[in-house]
């Protein structure tokens, strides 16, 4: 059974930077995307960044020209830069492998706080 597994969360001041990564643990073929969505506390999952298997990327309003995703597709990971954090980016992070067949492969979440 392939699983994601995620790292790099933590606690960061505001205006800090972490960088979140999410690795296959086994082989994923016909990968159309991967992506990074996050959920704070009360709040319903949202899109943070996209990635394509043309890399074509995409991010949500409230991270761009913050966050950057980029991928190993060797390595099947894919990671998320995160710069200039916000009290308001505190969430847990799912990354999420989009495949052919309509199939996505979910990570289990890495939590990010940012506080002072």
């Known amino acids: 059974q392939v699983q994601l597994v995620e790292s790099g969360g933590g606690l960061v001041q505001p205006g800090g930077s972490l960088r979140l990564s999410c690795a296959a643990s086994g082989s994923i073929f016909g990968i159309i995307a991967m992506a990074w969505y996050r959920q704070a506390p009360g709040k319903q999952r949202e899109f943070v960044a996209r990635s394509t298997s043309r890399n074509r990327t995409n991010y949500a309003d409230a991270v761009k020209g913050r966050f950057t995703i980029s991928r190993d597709n060797a390595e099947n990971t894919v990671y998320l830069q995160m710069n200039s954090l916000k009290p308001e980016d505190t969430a847990v992070y799912y990354c999420?492998?989009?495949?052919?067949?309509?199939?996505?492969?979910w990570g289990q979440g890495t939590q990010v706080t940012v506080a002072s």
């Open positions: 999420d492998f989009e495949v052919d067949g309509n199939y996505e492969y």
